[in-house]
């Protein structure tokens, strides 16, 4: 036990812990700032919810929420688990000390949970704290529902690092096996996605108080959710403590049937396919900046966790896009009621869809981690014959593709369908490549502020870093503000859309000149 508790320990201090104090701070900030936002999003959720419903109906609203921690764990735990779980860096150092692959095991999954935990509980406690002061309930519904929590993300974990173990297991030691991991994972996520999006626009889910109608189906799935909160509402301890002996029982066995697995699965994959397969072969020349780029290219599809959490915008966009183009009347008729018969209704449609466009591409940022994920081979970079500045645009030029691509398809599909005309599409383009590159600054600028180039596994990088979280939250506020700002004064400003345009066009040249000199400043300071 006590060398569990030590190897856990510093597997926590690989998480949070830096080199020096500064970026001790900073990694811990990071996490900070992502709780408080779970629990601010908690709290505008709650305050929506419990003002769409009639009192007698404020029961299903913990219910509803309980449904949606254990599916937010479920969705975000496949890519957590399988950046925590699997292809962690100190696979040959901790398999030589004197560890049992199952103390090796329990740590990762030990830390796995408590990150779950965190996030989930921040989201959550509003929740518990709104109904229970809405509702008048006593002392014992706090205590069940706080005292029922600790095991209601236990069932969604365990399933979710089971299928993210799935995927590691048909690709590892396969040729192209990034590509068969990402295909399958991003297939699987979207697969999840549309029959949510479906069983939403099915149950008319789309107004505040539509979340009602999906209870019936998250009870008949998600049991264990329901026993723990009608169990806490009613006072029923028996039935929470049914919930947790479950929860507890499926836990435990997970974890004790996964250890073996996860090490010969990470065996495997450290091995690779090229290792065991090794042949030698005559490769192209390429420029020094189309080897930087390719480098990139390479670095961001080979890496599910990557491609999910910084190109998901560029998913949603696709889909969004695919059903408008079958459901042309929902935009037009709701568009039309909004407007009361506006002559330029065609115009205002193809400005807003644009700028759905743009928000979504702002939703895609590969150049906040890209820095960082060179770690500490960053020496070996600034040692070769190649400038700042190809090193600065190999990785801009990677977003650009990543947004351009599947934004310019989505501007021709809803195009075609909402007949745009020739100077609409023209200025689509030139608003998706204005944003698409000053996302792209912007990540790159964050990332020279706040990089990490020491951690455990890429996904501290990628998902729990601070330069990872502004390079997308902020970019995504100004793109709601952005579009809320358009709808509220488009009717007294004319020429608003060419407005914003310019903006983006100058934001691009101010960041850029940042780039060149203080970027450029602070890349060279990096050890």
Excluded at 271 to 290: L, P, R, S
Excluded at 513 to 519: A, I, N, T, V
Aim: proline fraction near 2%.
């Amino acid at each position: 036990m006590n060398r569990f508790l030590l190897i856990t320990k510093v597997q926590l201090l690989n998480v949070f812990k830096q080199s020096n104090k500064k970026k001790k701070m900073l990694n811990l900030g990071s996490y900070t700032i992502g709780a408080i936002v779970m629990f601010g999003v908690g709290i505008y959720y709650s305050a929506l919810l419990f003002s769409s419903v009639p009192p007698e109906a404020y029961a299903a609203i913990p219910l509803f929420m309980a449904y949606m921690v254990t599916f937010l764990v479920f969705v975000m735990g496949i890519s957590t688990s399988r950046g925590m779980l699997f292809g962690f860096k100190d696979l040959d150092l901790l398999k030589a000390m004197p560890f049992t692959e199952r103390e090796i095991v329990f740590s990762k999954i030990t830390v796995f949970t408590l990150t779950e935990y965190a996030y989930a509980g921040a989201f959550y406690l509003p929740v518990i704290v709104f109904f229970g002061i809405k509702a008048g309930m006593g002392w014992l519904f706090y205590v069940l529902a706080l005292v029922g929590y600790t095991t209601l993300p236990l069932f969604p974990i365990a399933l979710s690092s089971l299928i993210g173990m799935g995927l590691e297991k048909i690709s590892a030691g396969r040729k192209h096996s990034d590509l068969i991991r990402n295909v399958v994972g991003v297939v699987f996520f979207v697969i999840i996605y549309a029959g949510s999006m479906y069983a939403s626009f099915q149950n008319g889910a789309g107004a505040a108080s539509g979340f009602l109608s999906l209870n019936v189906y998250f009870e008949k799935v998600l049991f264990l959710a329901t026993w723990y909160m009608k169990g806490a509402i009613s006072n029923n301890v028996l039935l929470v403590l049914a919930s947790m002996a479950v929860s507890i029982i499926i836990y435990v066995l997970f974890i004790y049937t996964y250890s073996g697995t996860v090490m010969r699965i990470n065996a495997k994959a450290n091995q690779g396919y090229h290792v065991t397969n090794f042949k030698v072969k005559t490769v192209k020349q390429n420029t020094v900046f189309k080897a930087l780029f390719l480098k990139e290219k390479d670095r961001f599809f080979k890496n599910f966790l990557y491609v999910f959490n910084t190109a998901f915008g560029m998913i949603l966009l696709a889909g969004g896009s695919i059903y408008l183009m079958f459901n042309r009347n929902l935009i037009l008729n709701g568009l039309s009621e909004i407007l009361q018969g506006d002559t330029n209704l065609l115009k205002i449609i193809s400005q807003i869809l644009i700028i759905g466009i743009i928000f979504f591409g702002q939703m895609t940022c590969t150049t906040s981690s890209s820095i960082s994920l060179e770690g500490k081979s960053l020496w070996i970079m600034k040692s070769l014959p190649i400038t700042v500045k190809q090193i600065f645009w190999s990785k801009i030029l990677l977003n650009v593709v990543v947004i351009v691509i599947p934004s310019s398809i989505s501007l021709f599909m809803l195009g075609l369908t909402f007949s745009f005309g020739l100077l609409y599409y023209l200025m689509g383009l030139l608003f998706i490549i204005a944003s698409s590159f000053g996302i792209s600054m912007f990540g790159l600028l964050m990332n020279l502020l706040f990089p990490k180039l020491e951690y455990e596994n890429e996904q501290e990088v990628i998902k729990q870093s601070l330069a990872a979280f502004l390079g997308v939250m902020v970019p995504m506020m100004a793109g709601m503000g952005m579009m809320v700002f358009f709808f509220t004064c488009m009717d007294q400003f004319p020429y608003l859309f060419e407005l914003i345009l310019l903006a983006y066009i100058i934001i691009d040249v101010i960041q850029y000149l940042l780039l060149m000199k203080q970027g450029t400043k602070k890349f060279e300071a990096l050890i």
